[in-house]
């Protein structure tokens, strides 16, 4: 079920027709704290979620929904463009960010690409596994290293992921973009460099010369359990 989280009815209702003609179920509210009572019931595997909600801003929907839930994939959906509230959306666990306006046929191509990554996700890798001193956590996306937990967002997860599904291998930029972010996004080379930084300081004991998550030079990166 597709659960399409807009206070305008509108843009609610067209919304709900062009997903439900592709062969989803949808359900519509206008409501943050309804958004999360219905996400609650288990029964959510994507969320469209607006931002300029009545009752709570969608930044709190969507902490609150990753409280009890940390995998089910969530769209943010807004008119606001600025950098910085998307990097405050993707902080609180927001998988992908569109602007309005947009076109439906592309959040069609995002909602696709979320599920079909979250699919991915839940059938190869461990929701917990030790690199070094540290211990990764998927399912609460946090890094545990001497007893000190930082969180880590969605892409930072699934780059670990990813890593430690290939441990030892070197893995190139191009393949990491294309398996996380996927062909219909526009991330770069150096979206992925800036997510290693923040990983290697969270793993390595000195991030300037790691030893866990290597440069390859010519390739990409290679983690070292």
Do not use: H
Not at 36 to 64: A, H, W, Y
């Amino acid at each position: 079920m597709i659960l399409v989280v807009e206070d305008e009815p509108d843009m609610a209702a067209g919304l709900q027709d062009a997903i439900s003609l592709e062969g989803y179920k949808v359900v519509a509210t206008g409501l943050g704290k309804e958004a999360i009572n219905i996400t609650k019931s288990g029964r959510v595997n994507c969320m469209i979620l607006d931002l300029m909600l009545p009752d709570c801003d969608g930044f709190k929907v969507c902490q609150e929904v990753r409280a009890f839930d940390p995998n089910i994939p969530i769209i943010m959906l807004t008119a606001r463009g600025q950098e910085v509230d998307k990097l405050r959306g993707f902080k609180v666990g927001a998988d992908d960010y569109i602007t309005k306006p947009f076109s439906v046929a592309e959040l069609l191509v995002r909602i696709e690409a979320v599920m079909r990554r979250s699919r991915a996700a839940g059938e190869k890798t461990p929701d917990t596994f030790k690199i070094g001193e540290s211990i990764v956590n998927l399912k609460l996306q946090t890094i545990t290293t001497k007893g000190k937990v930082q969180p880590i967002g969605y892409y930072e997860a699934e780059i670990m992921r990813l890593l430690y599904e290939k441990a030892n291998q070197p893995i190139s930029r191009e393949e990491i973009l294309d398996r996380i972010w996927g062909i219909e996004a526009n991330p770069t080379n150096r979206t992925v460099d800036n997510f290693i930084v923040k990983l290697r300081k969270k793993v390595e004991k000195d991030p300037a010369s790691p030893r866990r998550i290597l440069t390859v030079y010519g390739q990409g990166y290679k983690l070292v359990l």
